[in-house]
């Protein structure tokens, strides 16, 4: 059975800096391309970062950039999404997405909330 499973959200103050796992199970982790994706209440789902198979790719959503690296650990089945800086407009739930071809599975999410 395939499985991502987000852990690490919070309630975290402006500045602040969180760091978010997603633990894969269940598939070939290391063949799939990784996204966080996150939305916000009332909006469309975005893409905030993704990363490639061996990780030598990165992409990240203009908003983010200079304050979030998303990295991970491929014997440990592991997606990381640290954030840092953290402003009140990056509350979300973030998800995290493997893509390989027509394949894709989703986690159920994480709740991130930048609150004073």
């Known amino acids: 059975q395939v499985q991502l499973v987000e852990s690490g959200g919070g309630l975290v103050q402006p500045g602040g800096s969180l760091r978010l796992s997603c633990a894969g199970s269940g598939f070939t982790f290391s063949r799939y391309a990784m996204t966080w994706y996150r939305q916000a209440l009332g909006k469309e789902r975005e893409l905030v970062a993704g990363?490639?198979?061996?990780?030598?790719?990165?992409t990240y959503a203009d908003s983010v950039k200079g304050r979030f690296t998303i990295s991970r650990d491929n014997a440990k089945a592991t997606l990381y999404l640290q954030m840092n800086s953290l402003k009140p407009e990056d509350t979300a739930v973030y998800y995290c997405n493997a893509v390989r071809g027509a394949s894709t599975h989703w986690g159920q999410g994480t709740q991130v909330t930048v609150s004073t």
């Open positions: 990363i490639s198979t061996t990780g030598g790719s990165t």
